[in-house]
């Protein structure tokens, strides 16, 4: 995969995270602590610098109280 199409997925998934934390009225410090990650981290991952873990997928989508799957729509 070309380092373009990478990005572009990264700042997409991190867009949806953003706007289904939004949605449920939670701040990325919030998020953070119900799913035992750093909060600068969920910040990189909304912006898309991050290359997020498929256990890391699973954790915050368990703390939004939503499947997996959605944050991959």
Do not use: P
């Not at 070309?2 to 919030?30: C, H, P, V, W, Y």
């Not at 991952?45 to 368990?62: D, P, Y």
Request: charged share 35%.
């Amino acid at each position: 995969m070309d380092k373009n199409r990478e990005a572009k997925l990264k700042k997409e998934f991190g867009q949806r995270l953003r706007t289904i934390r939004q949605k449920k009225g939670m701040s990325q410090e919030t998020l953070a602590l119900s799913c035992e990650l750093d909060r600068s981290y969920i910040g990189g991952v909304e912006r898309g610098e991050r290359n997020i873990s498929l256990v890391n997928i699973h954790k915050i989508a368990e703390a939004l109280g939503i499947e997996s799957w959605e944050l991959l729509k």
